[in-house]
């Protein structure tokens, strides 16, 4: 059989890589970058880089970023929750989370946005936990009933008690590190499992132009350090916050990116890292940031690229919409950024159920945007040969009125190669009607409701419960919150 | 240059956003004695204003209002002091101090407002980013503020807003200095809630909310 083709797409020509690296590599040696974060600084100094204390700008020789590179891992595996299930990272491995992190939530009822609660964020995780092209599940929505001090380890205790896939997370503040870490830690039993099967990634984003806050920076570290993959979050916007031509943000993309990753392998040599982003196309009317830009994506899609041209597992935001409803630019955006980032064989695709610029999450969106993730792995399992000859065996005994449907080779191989999305309106007009003219929103609430319904949450035991329940409880009233919201199931 | 062409090539220069123009004929109207008055009366102002009515036009985009901002920006401060030296009072819109919240260094749509809010006759404090929320404070009470604007791009920096106007409310300062919000994950409900004065989606918009607080 001849080999199958994975499709792919490729932005950029080998000579602008270069171009763009060799930039990138000038820009960190000559005026380097900012790190607001003492830990971060002392690393740099012990590895020889010049240090200017007082405006805390480091610059970074070719060296030790060739160093850095070589000793970052090509490739990563994440393991479920039971730590049974794995996945790899890295080459055209595409897996497809939540985007996060939405402040709203697109309310089932009413189809406005609204402010989430903890129920919202349990159905949340429960939803991403049974749809099947969802391969990890992110903890992509805020709590207003807990303090929001508290709300980067909530949303993680949520999701770890709903979910049981693999978790793209992250820190709010420097201390929310530690009971989140040992969340993890509750979950595998000890430190030891869970940096030899990494459960949760840790998104940390560079503040554009070329600086890390003392959060991020603390979070690159704190995560190394205890085996936890880093994914850099690099995020300019072209003209405002990086320069306005795609090829001049990649240039500080690349930058960004590679000052986060020497940080992570001063911390720990040989710290997984994800090259990822959320750069974006500035919109130079509203002062806004979309997502569903076709620029945004392209720039998306020549990182990642970049990101390969170093051997490095690769993430990217994109197929989620800027549309504030699920209307057709919420379909349109987010079908071109799924296709396009799984044609790109970007590894991690955060996006999924996303609306209005990553305010808001739908969870109908969530269902709809499932389907589109199924379209897109088909897409990239690419056009096979599954048998030899092709079709001359079936055209054998062929005359008039041959028909295919009721051939052996219909039944053996339909399922293979057509899949069959659940919500996607292929039925005759008359039928359609007589259903009741439903628009795809309102078969996916239904299919919110159905599933939701249909499957109980997969809860961790019950020791594992009490243990989670006590590192939040704790984290809680450090923080002057007394107690927890009731959590149904429990 | 007649004083027509002359004022005609005030308005260009902050209509193209060229700042060396603008501030080189600022510099000439110093040096030759000009009615400076009247420059920025008839000159500097017309070309802010028509650079706005382009902008609501669809014309202009935002680097073409930034950059006609800062030109208007840098021509004002060469001539400020001249405009004191003989007493010519222009007519402040007001005074803000301006910043964004603790935690959060992203300052893009900050700059964006400060910028045109300065360009539309504002006396801007900059604070910067990342900025502690009792520097607003201490800085309004320093200059007499008539707003503080607050902005915040991070969905956990944006409850900066709301302690500032708590700490405002412990400090009887509530009321004395207007607060306008603003910021990717703000709106006009948020302002509602934590009970700020004002919020604009926008940096144009920001003049008006800011324009209408100060006149209340």
Known sequence: ?????????????????????????????????????????????????????????????????????????PSLKMYDRNGEIEYLLGGDEVHFDPGSVAVTILDSETQQERKAVTNDLIR??????????????????????????VSDSYRLYIGLLFSKKPIVTGTF??????????????????????????????????????????????????????????????????????????????????????????????????????????????????????????????????????????????????????????????????????????????????????????????????????????????????????????ALDLFKDFAAGTQFLSMPHTRKWYRDEHTFPKLVDREPYDIWVSKGRKSITDRAKEEVESLLQKIPPLLPDKDTQKTLREIMLSDAQRNDMPSLPEIDFL | MNNEEFLNTVKKAILEGNKDEAVQLAQRAITEKMDLNDIIENGYIPGIQKVGQLWEEGEYFLPELIMSAECMKAAMKIMQPELEKAQIDVHSAGTVVIGTVEGDIHDIGKNLVASILSANGFDV????????????????????????????????????????????????????????????????????DIGADGYSENALTAVSVAKKLVEK
């Open chain 2, 125 to 192: 404090i900059d604070l910067g980013g990342d900025v502690k929320l009792e520097t607003f404070i201490e800085k309004a009470e320093e200059v007499s503020a008539n707003l503080i604007c607050l902005s915040a791009l991070l969905t956990t920096t944006m409850t900066g807003q709301k302690k500032l106007i708590e700490i405002l409310k412990e400090k009887g300062l509530y009321g004395r200095f207007k607060v306008m919000v603003g910021g990717a994950p703000v709106n006009q409900k948020w302002a509602d």
């Open chain 1, 124 to 149: 949340f995780a429960r939803l991403t936990d049974c749809l099947e092209h969802l391969n990890f599940q992110s903890t992509g929505i805020l709590s207003t009933d807990v303090s929001e001090i």
């Open chain 1, 173 to 390: 503040r420097v201390e929310g590190f530690e009971p989140m870490h040992r969340m993890l830690v509750a979950i595998r039993g000890s430190e030891k499992n869970l940096a030899e099967k990494p459960l949760a990634i840790f998104d940390a984003c560079p503040s554009s132009p070329l600086k890390w806050s003392n959060l991020t920076a603390q979070s690159l570290i704190d995560s190394a350090q205890v085996g936890i993959p880093s994914e850099l979050i690099s995020m300019g916007m072209t003209g405002a916050t990086a320069p306005v031509t795609i090829a001049g943000t990649l240039v500080q993309h690349v930058a960004e990116n590679l000052s986060g990753l020497v940080i992570c392998q001063l911390a720990k040599k040989g710290a997984p890292v994800i090259f990822g982003g959320r750069p974006v196309s500035f919109d130079m009317r509203n002062g806004t940031t979309p997502i569903g830009a076709i620029e945004t994506m392209m720039i998306d899609s020549a990182y990642a690229q970049i990101g390969k041209h170093f051997n490095l597992p690769t993430h990217s935001y994109m197929g989620m919409s800027d549309a504030k409803v699920n209307d057709a630019q919420g379909g349109f955006e987010t079908g071109i950024g799924t296709i396009l980032a799984a044609l790109s064989g970007v590894n991690v695709i955060s996006g999924a159920g996303i609306l209005d610029f990553i305010r808001c999450q739908s969870l109908e969106k969530l269902v709809i945007d499932n389907e589109i993730c199924g379209m897109a792995y088909r897409l990239i399992e690419g056009t096979a040969q599954r048998d030899d000859p092709i």
């Open chain 1, 1 to 73: 059989m001849i080999k199958t083709l994975r499709p792919k797409l490729e932005l950029l020509g080998n000579e602008l890589i270069q171009k763009i690296i060799d930039e990138a590599y000038s820009i960190l040696e000559n005026q380097g970058v900012f790190i607001e974060n003492e830990e971060a600084l002392d690393l740099f100094r012990e590895a020889g880089m010049e240090v200017d204390a007082s405006s805390q700008r480091v610059r970074i020789t070719a060296k030790l970023i060739e160093n850095s590179l070589s000793s970052t891992p």
